[in-house]
């Protein structure tokens, strides 16, 4: 498993995702922005970052997905 690192950028809110390869990160990266966005009321908007070592994404303390 990879470790892809996004942000959604209205709130700032930072997260990762674990998946096999970028399209099925961006899937579930998606729809996390869209929770993250509802709660706020707001429109998200996606970043993706990059994809992160395995000990990069432990120490991060980022939530993954």
Avoid at 3 to 25: C, P, Q, S
Wanted: no cysteine; glycine share 4%.
């Amino acid at each position: 498993m990879k470790h892809f690192y996004f942000i959604e950028d209205e709130t700032g809110e930072e997260f990762l995702v674990g998946a096999n390869n970028y399209a099925e990160a961006s899937i579930i990266a998606a729809d996390v922005a869209d929770s993250i966005a509802n709660e706020y009321s707001i429109h998200p908007i996606l970043s993706f970052q990059y994809e992160m070592t395995e000990e990069e994404a432990e120490e991060s303390g980022l939530d993954e997905y």
